[in-house]
């Protein structure tokens, strides 16, 4: 309100009758006043949580849009036509899909433009949210776009991250308005239901760290070296001191069990919860590749900040006067600057609508349902059988979920290159965009948001050994709306968090992470150029593929600011190891066993691709050059040679 407000609505000036003493008095109460009723409003916060939201969902569809025909699309590493009517029968997937693509119950669609037509009109509405007043149906189009799109990613998209961008979305249609004028006060269910999952999110990710690497504050001395995609600051952070590591790790430890239950305290302890997170979740993703969890949860915490909070940041005079600006267009002071008109910031009700009834309904499924997944954690299931069913159905449509991040970490890294060959002879490496492979080419900065899926389950399926794949006495199986066993450690999945150290089946590899790596490896041999795209270089051309080709496993290790006592370092990582062995089981016997059979030493590359020396099997690494960042050594094959003739049988 500027100055001829004010004195409209006191009817005084410091000229007139009034004292100038009145006037600054009055003056002072109405802007205390005004701060007062800052603290209790969480208006800018929401149009702040809305924003980001939908910069969040456009950079999700957009990552999957130029991602998903080589991953899940009809010539991709798991085709959706595969599985969409085994799973439809089942009542495992939606039957949205049926009707976009069957021939005769549905509109016939090919499976690349449903894919693709689902992105686009998915990042319409994204944009529209972004650039417009973000309203209900916005919020609700992208939810839709993105639920279709994980319900057939198969294991590409069963990330606890997919899970929480569609909890939020949904949650987010009902704290949106329903039209453009923002006249509405912020939903206080919904903002409870908001803030309760950004609990079990952290909550959840530090009950799963009670394993003795964390306990025994380990856990990051490994955490940058061995995490999927590590950036540049990975590498320099490793190169610390193994106190300053423990200090991190009992920081994290603290911040995630101590930390989240004062997101329900008092202003004061609330809004230090929520700085604390955002300045943890800033660091995460700061110093490793993340995609969009880390601004996801940051929006989630400024839930928690009130307007006067928010004005009272430092920023730019212009940021300042906008979000004035969009604050004005609701707050209204009736004319005698005491009653708040009854839409205004105040007011104790929302006007009435549908959407408005549906929030109690919202409130109490979503509310009870999230219950069970609490009880996960604890490995119990003492919820009622009509809770548990309640629970299962919004578990279909991925409307709540169980969280718990970095459970695990690896104590070393393995990684699986690809090679191929006409012969046999000459083995030629494929380079992947973001992981591992070339020796000398830097840990990258992966744009801010986005996920390259395909390195990631490569991280993950590295951490599993051959006898895993091929092993006959597996039989388990799993869903589009499952969560892959693989994906443990940094990655975690959607099921409870005892899943998420390993599950699925008795070698911790499930049947589908088995068939993806051979369904890859033959889209390579046939030169499918859509999951060529996935790659960064290819040995072949797409009209001359391989012949033949393999998977050889690594064992890497970043290199150092003194290089020569990089094999000391590897012994005192063994060291390490020995003391805490359940920090991650990493098969070291089993792949030196299953290693016994061949050479020693592994075939040679001739490619100008080539990923560097390589070394005799055994535990030391090669001296790097000058400008690796990297040193490996080889500890095996991974996958046999093998052709489009010669197909291996997994699980």
Same mark, same amino acid.
């Given at each position: 309100?500027?100055?001829?407000? %004010? ?30 009723? +800052? ?16 910069i969040?969902t ?10 998903? +025909? ?9 085709p ?28 016939g ?11 686009? /009109? ?32 198969q ?15 949904y ?19 919904? +903002? ?42 990975s ?20 911040? %995630? ?11 004061m ?60 267009? +609701? ?17 104790g ?91 000398s ?59 998420s150290s ?28 859509? /999951? ?29 600011f ?18 805490n062995?359940?920090?991650y ?13 061949e ?21 030391l ?19 046999e ?11």
């Amino acid at each position: 309100m500027d100055n001829e407000d %004010e004195t409209i609505l006191f009817g005084v000036t410091p000229t007139n009758e009034a004292s100038l003493a009145d006037y600054i008095t009055k003056k002072n109460k109405l802007k205390s006043i005004k701060e007062n009723s +800052r603290k209790k409003s969480f208006y800018l916060s929401t149009w702040i949580f809305l924003k980001m939201i939908s910069i969040i969902t456009f950079i999700a569809l957009f990552s999957a849009f130029i991602q998903i +025909r080589g991953l899940v699309g009809e010539d991709g590493i798991l085709p959706v036509g595969d599985i969409l009517e085994k799973q439809v029968a089942s009542n495992e997937i939606n039957s949205i899909w049926i009707f976009f693509t069957h021939p005769t119950k549905g509109m016939g669609f090919s499976v690349n433009n449903t894919l693709h037509m689902l992105c686009f /009109v998915g990042l319409s509405f994204s944009a529209l949210s972004i650039f417009t007043t973000t309203i209900a149906t916005y919020i609700g189009v992208m939810w839709f776009c993105y639920y279709c799109i994980v319900d057939v990613g198969q294991l590409f998209f069963a990330y606890q991250w997919d899970q929480l961008l569609l909890e939020a979305l949904y949650l987010a249609i009902f704290l949106s308005p329903f039209n453009p004028k923002y006249e509405e006060k912020p939903n206080t269910p919904i +903002r409870y239901l908001l803030k309760w999952l950004l609990f079990r999110l952290m909550f959840g990710s530090g009950l799963v760290k009670l394993t003795p690497i964390w306990a025994g504050l380990q856990a990051m001395n490994f955490q940058y070296e061995t995490q999927c995609i590590p950036n540049i600051l990975s590498w320099y952070l490793n190169q610390m001191p193994h106190v300053f590591h423990e200090f991190e790790t009992m920081m994290v430890l603290a911040i %995630e069990i101590l930390l989240p239950a004062l997101y329900f305290a008092p202003r004061m302890y609330k809004l230090f919860a929520s700085l604390t997170t955002v300045l943890y979740q800033m660091a995460i993703f700061l110093t490793g590749n993340y995609n969009f969890f880390n601004y996801l949860t940051i929006g989630l915490c400024t839930l928690l900040m009130d307007d006067a909070f928010l004005l009272s940041l430092p920023m730019p005079d212009k940021v300042r006067i906008k979000l004035i600006g969009i604050e004005s267009k +609701r707050f209204k002071d009736s004319p005698n600057g005491r009653q708040k008109s009854s839409r205004g910031l105040e007011s104790g009700l929302s006007s009435l609508n549908p959407k408005n009834l549906l929030v109690p309904f919202v409130f109490i499924l979503i509310g009870t349902s999230s219950l069970v997944n609490v009880t996960q954690y604890f490995q119990k299931q003492t919820a009622p059988s009509l809770i548990q069913r309640i629970h299962s159905t919004l578990s279909l449509y991925h409307l709540t979920g169980t969280y718990g991040l970095f459970s695990h970490v690896n104590t070393e890294r393995y990684e699986i290159i690809i090679e191929g060959s006409y012969d046999k002879i000459n083995w030629f490496a494929y380079e992947f965009y973001y992981k591992p492979g070339n020796l000398s080419r830097h840990p990258p900065f992966v744009f801010p948001g986005h996920q390259p899926r395909l390195d990631w389950q490569m991280w993950s399926i590295a951490q599993t050994t051959s006898k895993d794949l091929f092993s006959s006495s597996s039989s388990s199986t799993i869903s589009s709306s499952s969560s892959p066993s693989s994906i443990e450690n940094q990655t975690e999945t959607t099921a409870s968090p005892s899943s998420s150290s390993g599950g699925g089946n008795s070698n911790g590899v499930s049947r589908t992470q088995s068939k993806w790596v051979i369904n890859f490896m033959i889209k390579l041999l046939q030169g499918s150029p859509e /999951v060529l795209s996935l790659l960064e270089y290819s040995p072949f051309t797409t009209d001359k593929p391989p012949i033949y080709i393999r998977a050889q496993k690594y064992r890497y290790k970043f290199t150092t600011f003194n290089n020569d006592n990089i094999n000391n370092n590897n012994n005192d990582n063994n060291d390490n190891n020995s003391q805490n062995p359940v920090s991650y089981d990493n098969n070291d016997e089993d792949d030196r066993n299953i290693s016994t059979n061949e050479p020693s030493s592994p075939p040679t590359s001739s490619s100008s691709s080539s990923l560097g020396n390589e070394q005799s099997k055994g535990e030391l690494y090669q001296l790097p050059n000058q400008d690796d960042w990297w040193v490996r050594c080889f500890i095996g094959s991974f996958i046999e040679p093998f052709s489009l003739d010669s197909i291996p049988t997994t699980n």
